[in-house]
């Protein structure tokens, strides 16, 4: 199911968007949302990892448990393989 949106834009992301939706011979709605869906991947991903690190901070402060410095690199290879999944699974939609 799709549903209309009307949005806002310049005059000049307008005539851009146009412009590409010609070229290519897609409807301005595809490009949209082809070139829209990685940024909102980004943005989703982004925000998960601040909500993240607030519950982080607020665990710390509540109990001063921290991580010594043989644990960051565990923490940094995991948050990396989250990252890694995700951006296959954001390929694999596509």
């Given at each position: 199911m799709s549903?209309?949106?009307?949005?806002?834009?310049?005059?000049?992301?307008?005539?851009?968007l146009e412009?590409?939706?010609r070229s290519t011979g897609r409807p301005m709605s595809a490009v949209l949302e082809?070139?829209?869906?990685?940024a909102l991947d980004a943005a989703e991903?982004?925000?998960?990892?601040?909500?993240?690190a607030f519950v982080a901070w607020e665990a710390?402060?509540?109990?001063?448990?921290?991580?010594?410095?043989?644990?960051?690199e565990a923490l940094f290879t995991e948050a990396g393989e989250k990252a890694r999944r995700a951006a296959?699974?954001?390929h694999r939609k596509k």
């Amino acid at each position: 199911m799709s549903r209309q949106l009307n949005l806002r834009v310049s005059d000049e992301f307008a005539e851009r968007l146009e412009r590409v939706a010609r070229s290519t011979g897609r409807p301005m709605s595809a490009v949209l949302e082809t070139v829209g869906t990685p940024a909102l991947d980004a943005a989703e991903a982004d925000v998960r990892f601040e909500d993240e690190a607030f519950v982080a901070w607020e665990a710390y402060q509540m109990t001063g448990e921290r991580v010594e410095g043989h644990g960051i690199e565990a923490l940094f290879t995991e948050a990396g393989e989250k990252a890694r999944r995700a951006a296959s699974a954001s390929h694999r939609k596509k």
